[in-house]
């Protein structure tokens, strides 16, 4: 009989590639994660993996199983969280997805509301980029999130947009920042671009280089953090100019770089953010109790959608 058990070895060993490297994720023994891949290969009817080397590699039928011992695995989840939810609201732990920008100038309020309600629980915001923050609601380990529209797979989720954000150029050189900035014009400054680690998959970067491209221009950087924090100082030291949502330059400036000031692009250009949940999931009070605060303070910082 086919086991959420069996799954969990599945999914293990499909993402790392290695009987040994899945054992380790799940802490089991590596014997018995290939007897639990095998057992769920002879429920099946058929191979799963076939061996090369030290590893293991998908066969097509692995591939086609593998959306639906996610759904299962996830769904076992919210079944566990549903059961959870009263306590949770009195004394468990609260957990939201949030993507860094998000969290930069609303994470801490939406903490404070949360523990004003409900004393007793505890609070974790996940998530260090939306992408990161997905592949959590992906596999289940997040009920719901917050995230930047623009880099969000549709496919299996539900997608609410609630606030949009508009990128503004920052520069401490005032003759810069005269007029609003054109593709033209963004395409020779000098850049410092945060994100770097997310560079080809992060919304701000996407809406960039689509707004370049459209314009025939090519988009470059000369230097790159992690950081929108370090990005914002480095502009206040005159090594470059950036591109980031209004509401973190509006939250960032003031306190690492009141030198520097901002303008518009030119056509304008805006960050969606969304309320994102698997498709079908039935929230639990928790979760709803953290959209609800989450979306609140969101759209009072950025335009409401």
């Not at 060993?13 to 057992?39: C, D, I, K």
């Not at 769920?40 to 086609?64: I, M, Q, S, Y």
């Not at 090594?239 to 056509?267: F, K, M, T, Y």
């Amino acid at each position: 009989m086919l086991s959420l058990h069996q799954l969990r070895c599945f999914l293990a060993t499909y993402e790392h590639g290695s009987l040994t490297a899945a054992a380790e994720e799940l802490g089991y023994a590596q014997p018995s994660v290939s007897e639990q891949v095998r057992a769920l290969e002879k429920t099946l009817g058929v191979p799963l993996f076939r061996r090369v080397g030290r590893g293991v590699v998908p066969t097509t039928l692995a591939d086609t199983l593998r959306p639906y011992a996610e759904q299962a695995i996830a769904a076992s989840e919210e079944a566990r969280r549903a059961v959870q939810s009263a306590v949770s609201l009195e004394s468990g732990t609260i957990r939201f997805g949030m993507f860094g920008a998000a969290r930069l100038y609303a994470g801490a309020q939406i903490v404070a509301d949360v523990l004003e309600r409900y004393p007793g629980v505890r609070v974790e915001l996940i998530g260090q980029h939306s992408n990161e923050v997905q592949e959590q609601l992906r596999r289940g380990h997040l009920e719901a999130a917050m995230i930047a529209a623009t880099s969000v797979e549709s496919e299996g989720m539900t997608v609410i947009p609630v606030a949009r954000d508009e990128l503004v150029y920052i520069s401490a050189d005032p003759s810069r920042l005269t007029t609003p900035v054109t593709a033209a014009r963004l395409a020779k400054a000098s850049l410092i671009m945060p994100e770097t680690t997310w560079r080809n998959s992060d919304s701000v970067r996407i809406l960039l280089r689509r707004f370049l491209h459209e314009a025939g221009h090519n988009p470059q950087t000369r230097i790159e953090v992690e950081e929108a924090e370090i990005s914002v100082d480095l502009v206040g030291r005159g090594l470059g100019d950036s591109v980031i949502p209004r509401a973190a330059a509006e939250q960032l400036i003031p306190r690492l770089a009141p030198n520097v000031d901002w303008v518009s692009l030119r056509p304008k250009q805006y960050d969606v953010m969304a309320i994102v949940h698997r498709r079908g999931a039935v929230l639990s009070p928790a979760a709803q109790v953290l959209i609800e605060i989450a979306t609140k303070h969101i759209q009072s910082v950025a335009e409401p959608i």
